[in-house]
């Protein structure tokens, strides 16, 4: 087994070529003949391998990577761990279906997350593919143990692609436009957004609870289903107190309190997951992106007596929770736990931070930078004011893009750069690529 890549492929972001190269635009021209227009590539060179922070294109170009394949590969690519958890698992076998004849990975990942997860009550968990099936069956689940229809979700909110999910993300394009009719019983209200709203956490979730409390009456409320700090929405870590503030209505009021913690958890956010910064116990947790280190695995954790109501044979699907998937989770939560990468998303805040925030003080369209831990953002705007400023977003991108640095934009006005670098990055990658990212900045104002 060939566990050297780390080390020929080397630590350095360095062009050959122009980006994309001459064999990513061949690679690009085969694409579009046959791959659907309707998914996009952010940036279109083509990858043949990575190791650490570093992706090699296909022609020979490394590139810095700050975006972890949206937040999936935070322990790094190429972790010789996992190399060898997902290789001897392949040559075990590699599916057998766990509700047709089940094995012993899927019960480990489980005790992981119950291990993991916020509380110290009874938990048990179901295993899924992707983030908007967990989410899907965490819905399933509140509403069976509730009896109650309603489910609220917030402004900007992101959830997923499937039809129960889109009803739950907040923007139209592209995610939603003409995909509908979307699924019923499902009520949006207003977040917490500090640079937009101007709110305190408590005055921001007292908003959202009168808006519940009037349109959809607490008592048809199943569950409250809400990323701790919001993903594609634009990276808004709700005001503090925001949060434990709607946590407790949902158990005052005999609904759940639904942690989405598919792009926050598993340490991004320098603690396993982000409600852990507010001591926020949610009744049920979703995990998916950083759970497996690339593999396809989600995750439903909830309180045994509310998982456990659901009828045998309720919950399942042909691959959820599949081996191979299953022992790269295991990996994936040793290494975190061995490298605490926890710790090192901390301490990739503190600098990315202090580097953004001088950044902002030389330029007029850096409204806010904000983030926790190794979950950074900066909103764009206008200069002098704070109107939405879509273009310097993508401008920047680009610019990052074409020094090989890859870097992503989100929010719902498209003008947030987001950065979710794998926790391994180096303090010289990390400084390599807020240079670059400082650069972009300066060239555009
Ligand atoms: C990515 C994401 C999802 C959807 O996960 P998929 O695996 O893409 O289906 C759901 N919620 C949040 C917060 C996400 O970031």
Redesign the pocket.
Known sequence: MDTTVQTTIGTQRALVTELPGPKSQELHARRRKVVSAGLTNGFPVYIDRAAGAILVDVDGNHLLDLGSG?AVTSIGHAVPALIDAVSEQVAAFTHTCFMVTPYEAYIQVCEELAALTPGDHEKTSALFN???EA?ENAVKIARLATGRPAIIVVDHA????TNLTMALTAKNMPYKDHFGPFAPEIYRVPTSYPYRDGLSGPEAAARAIAEIESSVGAHNVAAIVI?PIQ??GGFIVPAEGFLPALSAWTTANGALFIA?E??SGFCRTGAWFAVDHEGVIPDIVTT??GLAGGMPL?GVTGRAEIMNQVHEGGLGGTYGGNPVAAVAALATIATMRDLDLAARARHIGDVAFAALRELQKDTTIIGEVRGRGAMIAMELVEPGTTTPNAAAAKAIVNFCNQHGVIAISCGTYGNVIRLLPPLVITDEQLADGLEVLAAAVRSIG
């Open positions: 949206i992707s983030g908007a989410i992101y959830h997923g692609r990323e993903g594609e989405d598919i792009q998916a992106k989600a």
